[in-house]
C-alpha cells in the first residue's frame, strides 16, 4: 500500500489536465511518468516528449479546432510537464528515438517552426540519456512493410525489488492500442532494432537535423 501510495504521489500531476487528455491516455500518461526507458518510432511527427512549444501550438491548432487559445496553453502546459522525465538532474528516462526523415521535412506551423524545432532536436541529441537517429528515405522499409508510430516503455526495479512489465504503445488517428504480451513485445523490439539498425548513426543524424534547419532558415 506505501508502495502504491508512493507511485501515486509522483504520477498524479497530469490530474488537473484530465478534462483535456483523451480517453485512455492518461493510462499512457502514468506508464510514461513511471518508465525508466522509452524507445520511439516515429515516422509521421515530432513526439510530445521532444516537441518545442511552437511546433505543438501549430499541431493541436490544427487537431483541436475548437479549443479555445486558453485550452491550447494548457495542453502546451501538459506536455512541456511531461518532458521533464527527460531532463530531471536524477534518474533521468532512456530515450531511444528513431525518426524517418519525413518528420524532419514535414513542415508543421511554419519554416521557422521547424528551424526551432530541428535545431532542438539536435541540441537534446546530445544528451547523455537521449538518442535520436534518422531513418533517411533512401533505406525503403526495412520492415519490409510501412509501420505505424509506436513506443516499447520498460520500468526500473521498484522498491519491493520486482519489475513492472514491459509495455508497447501504439498509435493511431482515434487513439492507441497497449501490448504486454511477451511474444507481442518482444516483435516489436525486434522491429525498433531493425529501424535503428537502418538508421544514421547519432552524429549524422545531428548533422542532418542542423543541414535542414538551415534549409529551413533560409526559407523564412
Known amino acids: 500500500m506505501k508502495n502504491l501510495a508512493a507511485q501515486a504521489s509522483t504520477r498524479s500531476w497530469w490530474y488537473p489536465f484530465t478534462d483535456l487528455i483523451a480517453a485512455g491516455f492518461n493510462v499512457y500518461l502514468g506508464l510514461e511518468a513511471g518508465a525508466a526507458g522509452l524507445s520511439f518510432y516515429q515516422p509521421l511527427v515530432v513526439p510530445g516528449l521532444l516537441q518545442t512549444a511552437e511546433y505543438a501550438r501549430a499541431m493541436d491548432r490544427?487537431?483541436?479546432?475548437?479549443?479555445?487559445?486558453?485550452?491550447?496553453?494548457?495542453?502546451?502546459?501538459?506536455?512541456?510537464?511531461?518532458?521533464?522525465?527527460?531532463?530531471?538532474?536524477?534518474?533521468?528516462?532512456?530515450?531511444d528515438i528513431v525518426l524517418h526523415e519525413a518528420v524532419l521535412r514535414t513542415v508543421v506551423g511554419?519554416?521557422?517552426?521547424?528551424?526551432?524545432?530541428?535545431?532542438?532536436?539536435?541540441?537534446?541529441?546530445?544528451?547523455?540519456?537521449?538518442?535520436?537517429?534518422?531513418?533517411?528515405?533512401?533505406?525503403?522499409?526495412?520492415?519490409?512493410?510501412?509501420?505505424?508510430?509506436?513506443?516499447?516503455?520498460?520500468?526500473?526495479?521498484?522498491?519491493?525489488?520486482?519489475?513492472?512489465?514491459?509495455?508497447?504503445?501504439?498509435?493511431?488517428?482515434?487513439?492507441?492500442?497497449?501490448?504486454?504480451?511477451?511474444?507481442?513485445?518482444?516483435?516489436?523490439?525486434?522491429?525498433?532494432?531493425?529501424?535503428?539498425?537502418?538508421?544514421?548513426?547519432?552524429?549524422?543524424s545531428r548533422s542532418l537535423l542542423r543541414e535542414i534547419a538551415r534549409r529551413f532558415e533560409s526559407e523564412r
Open 62 to 95: 490544427a487537431y483541436f479546432p475548437q479549443d479555445s487559445p486558453a485550452e491550447i496553453d494548457r495542453r502546451i502546459e501538459l506536455r512541456t510537464r511531461r518532458q521533464a522525465i527527460l531532463q530531471r538532474k536524477r534518474n533521468p528516462a532512456k530515450a
Open 110 to 204: 511554419s519554416p521557422q517552426t521547424m528551424t526551432t524545432q530541428l535545431r532542438h532536436l539536435a541540441d537534446l541529441g546530445t544528451a547523455e540519456n537521449i538518442s535520436i537517429r534518422v531513418l533517411p528515405f533512401h533505406t525503403g522499409l526495412p520492415l519490409g512493410v510501412g509501420m505505424a508510430p509506436f513506443v516499447i516503455l520498460d520500468f526500473a526495479m521498484d522498491s519491493r525489488g520486482g519489475v513492472e512489465p514491459t509495455v508497447v504503445f501504439a498509435e493511431n488517428y482515434t487513439g492507441g492500442m497497449y501490448f504486454e504480451e511477451r511474444g507481442d513485445v518482444d516483435r516489436y523490439r525486434a522491429a525498433h532494432r531493425t529501424l535503428t539498425g537502418a538508421a544514421l548513426e547519432a552524429d549524422i
